[in-house]
């Protein structure tokens, strides 16, 4: 007999007090024990075939479903809501597809129809009610995972109640059917069948919501973290890029909110399992790799071997103790004594026409991260998305600078990050061994060009499938674009975009898209598209407020934040989030006014992050897109640039809100705002 659990048994359990949580692991951890339930008080559910009931409590019970072979931990809950939600289900397997589904049994036709006519009712006569399924024939439904009883009322469903199919449909069919109803495809959406005889737990659209349970260890791992069911239960679509082979550098892309991270995660854990893999974890930041690590704990509780396997670090710090190991530690240059450096060499009348301020960034974002160290290499390299153009006679002089630098550094034998990822990118190339033999890459939008070419030389020393990133050119902040394969990290033909949103709301997921383009294409031709995307949970709309001045707009902020508190979120479920370090006085004002301690964030430092409810602040006409940015600026394709950068900004702040989410400033506010109206 094998013991399975559901995404709806651990949600139910999320839903209960801490006390009634570990009374019901107990429970649980005694069938795990002995799958039959003798011993504990069972009692069948007599108007669902195969479900019964096992007392935790006085008033807790876990409905389960036995059918002799699998012993299914299906919902949990007080003891009315649980024999009511029992009642209403039946597990079966899909006839067409063969995938195991717990189906919600369709109200009796009079109370539909009833339910219907009132609907009629509360429409004016001229007002027809549109349902988008009305002429969709048995099989095209079928197809995608609508169980057969479900037919006539999903044909009955109008635009206004698709939404609400998430609640009662398999998760597969409601995608289908929500991705038809904004302008998709049912036939994209066909579902995999199972050869005849399959367990249809197995099928991977049943693997969304049933896991079979490999022993105490990962049960408990499992109950100990419901809120992280994305660690257990997968959608296909993220599955089949953790378990292929690939035979090169691949790539998984999608909207914020969409599996991105769990897929990074489960690829890692997936390497990791092989007995010869030594697997690196990394992202741009130790905030993010900590977080990490945390869930690779959760997910390898049961895999002591695969955790031993398994490295978490940022990459800087990854490369850092690698150059320690290789080279020793390290003197690492630092932002004052570059600019100091600069300051020195205008002083001593080189680079003239420029500004130190130009300079530094040309350093930065040029010079620097390129790993330039003579005026030819500078003279070829691409300035995309720099702002200014120089001719030949101004590199010239610009490079003067840029020598002089250089020549200080090494005299006091001082090095910048994008020199430390040269010498180890050259260290490997000419045969040096790296601790692992796989790197998975969250967040790889925002990898530097140092660290790119440093990632494109272990994957030409390592297997086919040592690199695999995954990551949103719709949140790229924090460098300018460049080509990956120029580099040597060539992803076309092994690219994957998700699909399916889960972590924000449809209404703020729809609102954030809108401010960029429904294709982003980088620089390789690889085109990540945002069409099709979908939200698997409805909330409210967005607020878009704007303010008379400064005052104004803390007071609506902070009436907005009490707001929240007394729907019973918590402090740390909440966010305010601004543009800059100038900004952060008015949202911690809004946040004194509301009487919380509410982080305050800028919108760079969010990134990655995720909250019930954000307030963005301070979305001023001067504020966003930043005005510094915008001066002195070379051209239109410039413009350009600078306001793709802005954008990605506020998108990446808006959807760090998964349920709700208010956009403020002082009118007329950020010329964004008018985009997503």
């Known amino acids: 007999m094998t013991l399975l659990y559901a995404s709806t048994f651990t949600r139910a359990l999320d839903r209960l007090s801490a006390p009634e949580q570990k009374q019901v692991k107990i429970t649980a951890f005694d069938l795990a024990q002995d799958e039959s339930g003798n011993g504990m008080q069972l009692h069948r559910v007599e108007a669902s075939p195969g479900f019964w009931t096992a007392r935790v409590s006085q008033d807790i019970r876990i409905v389960l479903h036995k059918n002799g072979e699998h012993t299914l931990l299906a919902f949990v809950g007080h003891h009315d809501d649980a024999y009511r939600w029992a009642e209403r289900r039946k597990l079966v397997p899909h006839e067409r ?8 049994i369709v109200e009796r036709v009079e109370e539909r129809s009833a ?33 057969r009883e479900w037919l006539e009322a999903v044909r009955d469903t109008d635009v206004a109640r698709v939404d609400d199919l998430f609640s009662s449909l398999p998760d597969e ?4 059917l929500l991705d038809f109803a904004t302008g998709g495809r049912l036939a994209d959406h066909a579902a995999l069948k199972a050869m005849p005889g399959a367990d249809p737990f197995a099928h991977p659209d049943a693997q969304r919501r049933f896991r079979a349970v490999e ?16 660690a257990v239960f997968l959608h296909p679509a993220q599955r089949a890029p953790i378990t292929r082979d690939w035979n090169g550098p691949a790539r998984v892309s999608g ?15 997936h390497l990791a399992s092989r007995p010869d893999a030594r697997v690196l974890l990394t992202t741009f930041s130790k905030t993010l790799a900590k977080s990490l690590a945390g869930k690779v704990n959760l997910m390898t509780e049961a895999l002591p071997d695969a955790r031993q396997r398994l490295s978490v670090r940022a990459i800087d710090q990854a490369a850092h103790e690698l150059y320690t190991g290789a080279f020793g530690q390290p003197n690492l240059a630092t932002t004052a004594q570059i600019r100091a450096l600069i300051d020195a060499a205008v002083k001593a009348g080189l680079g003239a026409g420029h500004t130190p301020e130009f300079l530094l960034e040309e350093w930065d974002e040029l010079v620097d991260a390129w790993g330039l160290h003579d005026l030819e290499a500078y003279t070829r390299v691409p300035r995309i998305g720099r702002r200014t153009r120089l001719g030949p006679k101004q590199r010239e002089s610009t490079w003067e600078v840029f020598a002089f630098v250089r020549e200080r550094l090494a005299a006091r034998s001082v090095v910048t990050m994008a020199d430390v990822y040269g010498r ?27 660290q790119a070419k440093f990632l494109a030389a272990v994957g030409s020393a390592g297997a086919a499938d040592a690199l695999f990133f995954t990551g949103d050119l719709g949140q790229r902040i924090f460098h300018l674009p460049f080509s990956w394969a120029r580099l040597g990290l060539d992803v076309r033909g092994r690219a994957q975009v998700l699909k399916v949103c889960y972590r924000t709301s449809h209404q703020i997921r729809s609102m954030a898209d809108r401010l960029l383009e429904p294709e982003i294409v980088d620089l390789d031709g690889e085109e990540e598209s945002r069409r099709g995307t979908v939200s698997v949970f409805d909330g409210p709309e967005p607020s878009v407020q704007l303010f008379q001045d400064d005052n104004a707009e803390i007071a609506g902020v902070s009436e907005w934040l009490r707001k929240r508190l007394g729907e019973g979120m918590s402090e740390r479920e909440l966010a305010v989030l601004v543009r ?8 911690r004002a809004a946040v004194k006014a509301a009487g919380a301690e509410i982080p305050v964030i800028t919108m760079h430092d969010a990134k990655g992050l995720e909250f019930r409810a954000v307030a963005v602040m301070a979305l001023d006409e001067d504020v966003l897109p930043d005005r510094e940015r915008l001066t002195a600026l070379g051209d239109i394709a410039d413009i350009v640039a600078i306001q793709d950068t802005e954008r990605h900004l506020l998108y990446v702040a808006a959807t760090r809100a998964r349920d709700r989410l208010m956009l403020s400033g002082v009118a007329p506010g950020s010329e964004f705002l008018d985009d997503i109206h």
């Open 97 to 104: 597809t063969g995938a195991m589904q717990l189906v919600e």
């Open 115 to 147: 339910h219907v006519e009132a609907l009629a009712e509360e429409v004016p006569p001229p007002v027809a009610l549109k349902r988008p399924f009305a002429e969709l024939p048995d099989d095209a439904l079928l197809d995608v995972g609508v169980p």
């Open 215 to 230: 022993g105490l260890e990962e049960l408990r791992a499992a109950l100990d973290a419901p809120f992280a069911q994305w």
């Open 424 to 450: 180890l990118s050259r260290w490997v190339e000419d045969g040096g061994q790296v601790p692992f033999t796989h790197v998975v890459v969250d967040e790889a939008q925002d990898l530097s060009v140092a």
């Open 255 to 269: 909207s914020a909110g969409t599996g991105k991270t769990i897929v990074a995660l489960h690829r890692a854990v």
């Open 173 to 176: 069919a409601a995608e289908a």
């Open 580 to 587: 800059g370090q100038p900004q952060l006085g008015r949202g």
